[in-house]
């Protein structure tokens, strides 16, 4: 069965560090694009991260130069390192792992996020 | 970064009524558009991408259907089980924005 778990939120004073991680069965990480997206209390949902198959990444503008994503393919499972948390990064945080499909031209490319996590909550707050 | 904006950010809708979303992205997206729907507490689920393919086991009383800028999601007959919140999120390239959501509420 696929299946993402996410694991690792709690409460954090602002300022601090907390690692996410969101281990996966049913499929190999390492052949994957894998996003984290989160939505703050009573919000919408704001993309933040991709890991690419390839190790390439991508973060949005508003957690640029604050969280990492990585994976460990051994463990089958991708981690969000997040630093210099603000209140603002409160949020519940789900991982998704993109869709592949083959293009007209014959191209593996990414579609949408058809396999979601059940979430972990991160509160930043003194 | 491309702007998704969704229309309007609440309804209300009896069973049985047809509702429309719509999606407007800020530049031209093709037809690289997915339509998800929440429910409180509880992840997001993908109904169609492509803009207009629907995804197994979603009913087929959903619908998408645009291209470039403008898209809408159609639910035609709303189902009890239908009320929930949907966005729209664009896949043409990274960062992959989300719109603000349609909160689809019973009348």
């Known amino acids: 069965e696929v299946q993402l778990m996410e694991s690792g939120g709690s409460l954090v004073q602002p300022g601090g560090s907390l690692r996410l991680s969101c281990t996966v069965s049913g499929f190999t990480v390492s052949s994957s694009f894998m996003n984290w997206v989160r939505q703050a209390p009573g919000r919408g949902l704001e993309w933040i991260s991709v890991i690419y198959s390839n190790g390439n990444t991508y973060n949005a503008d508003s957690v640029q130069g604050r969280f990492i994503i990585s994976r460990d393919n051994s463990k089958n499972t991708v981690y969000l390192q997040m630093n210099r948390l603000r209140d603002e990064d409160t949020a519940m945080y789900y991982c998704?792992?993109?869709?592949?499909?083959?293009?007209?031209?014959?191209?593996?490319?990414?579609?949408?996020?058809?396999?979601w996590g059940q979430g972990t909550m991160v509160t930043v707050s003194s | 970064a491309i702007r998704m904006t969704q229309s309007p950010s609440s309804l209300s809708a009896s069973t049985g009524d047809t509702v429309t979303i719509t999606c407007r992205a800020s530049q031209d997206i093709s037809t690289f558009l997915a339509w998800y729907q929440q429910k409180p507490g509880t992840a997001p689920n993908l109904l169609i991408s492509a803009a207009s393919t629907l995804q197994n086991g979603v009913p087929s009383r959903f619908s998408g259907s645009g291209s470039g800028t403008d898209f809408t999601l159609t639910i035609s007959g709303l189902q009890s089980e239908d009320f929930a919140t949907y966005y729209c999120?664009?896949?043409?390239?990274?960062?992959?924005?989300f719109g603000g959501g349609t909160r689809v509420e019973i009348k």
């Open positions: 999120q664009h896949y043409y390239g990274y960062p992959r924005t």
């Open positions: 998704a792992r993109v869709s592949l499909y083959t293009d007209v031209n014959g191209y593996t490319a990414q579609g949408a996020l058809d396999i």
